[in-house]
């Protein structure tokens, strides 16, 4: 298995003793800082989750095999939780940072085809996507689709590249169709228009690289034959272009914007008590209506300085609360597992 993007070449840093004696003589293929010092280490055959010693507990290495029959997603506020599923030995978890998940998640589905037979020796991984419902991932020699609620389960479908005879992308209002004819069918799956453009960039870079052609007009002439029927231009898929798996994201928005003030609006409705509040309600500030010129400049420039000092302090105390909740949610973690 190699990984690209979240590769590393060899140790490319000193690792705690701890790690390296359960490492062997495994090579790490990826390294993810998880925040502090601990640090998420993947190989071939696992995934190693290192905790450094903490307010309430020692430093620790779990072992995750690869041979998962499952993996789902559990997100919280500020954390998302990793659920690997072995089966009828049990479920073993992971608990990180939700801006690091992405990270993880790549190098830890290359391990998972590995280890599954999916991919070849020497096939590399190159991305990885998740949009919703929607588990994409690109290799050198395939593209693997996965769809439902969890990120990976044994419901998954392959499209090696040497079956591939065309590929197209229909641009949507929401969203962007991707068309693989496939044989003598297509198959389609749709990716945010936000996402498209990677996801056309990394097929193609895959596609053309393993036909060894230029562009992707080089790559139909591979295979056009003009006695040929044309292919069957029908899904086989029961869902036409595919079921809508990004939902409505208006109630995520909704959730995140609960949880950020918007200083925005702090700092004006402060100003305004604290401005309009001196002169009272419906009072004109009379050196205004005198010298209009004179007197309202002067007080758009104090009102600007008071703006600007109001910003930073609400900054400020925001930066404090986020150190303090970061400590609170780690006692809270260190408590759970009972650290």
Known sequence: MRIYAAGVEGRGMSLPEIVSEHLGDEEPVAEVALGGDDLLLVTPTRTLVYRAEGLLSDESVEELPHAVE???????RRKAT???DYGIDGEKSITLPKGKLDEVLHPMLAGVLDAKGITEPGESVKRTFRFSELTLIVTSQRVVKHIGQPVWDEEFEEYPFEEVTD??????NVATSVVLTVSDHQERFKAPNDDARMVEAALKDAILTYYDVPNIEA???LSADEDAEPADASSSSPFGDGPDLFGNDEDEQDDEADEEPDTDRIVEQVTNEEYYGAKGEGELDTASDSDPNTASTESDADLAAEVSALREEIERQRADLDRQSELIDQLIEEL???R
């Open 167 to 172: 590929l197209a992308f229909e641009p949507g």
């Open 219 to 221: 790559f139909r002439a």
């Open 70 to 76: 499952c993996i789902t997603i559990e997100n919280g």
């Open 82 to 84: 990793l659920v690997l």
């Open 336 to 338: 759970r597992v009972g």
